[in-house]
């Protein structure tokens, strides 16, 4: 994971200026943290696996997805911090597939499987730099599948899109 510089972060406050000695303090115990990422991002993949596990149930409801959605969106957070922004990336564009369709019903398994098992497969191999040959891989079979089971723009939509509104 590349070194924080939490300067980028921090507030000037004009008169003030910069608390250097906080920062390099919090920039300490960042870094007394980062031997916790690697479980603290298992936990969250753990999580959203057991979430979506949940979603197969017979008597699952739009209700289900709370959690899982949840979960996913923890991940899309967090993923950076953690040191794999890869994951992030997957859980974003999960989140967002979410977003634009009407769960239950509307929500494919197939692509919901697809970035669960890839962003498992990220963790299990370790990939945190989208420049990775399995990032790359990854991203753009996850991109094909969006393509696929996007949701199909309401007519309104699709003549205001095509300028006939």
Known sequence: MPPTDLRAFAKYIPGEGLDEAALERAEQALQALEGNFGAWMQHEVDALVTEREALRLPVASARAFDPFYRASHDLRGQ?????Y?????IAD???NYMDAV????GISMEFVDAHINAIVAVLREDVRDSSNPIARALLWELGEARKRFAPSPADGDD????GQA
Do not use: K, M
Request: net charge negative; glycine share 10%; charged share 15%.
């Open 102 to 105: 009407s769960l239950p019903d």
């Open 79 to 83: 993923a950076a911090t953690f040191g």
């Open 85 to 89: 922004p890869v994951a992030g990336e």
């Open 93 to 95: 564009n999960l989140c």
């Open 159 to 162: 003549a205001e899109a095509s």
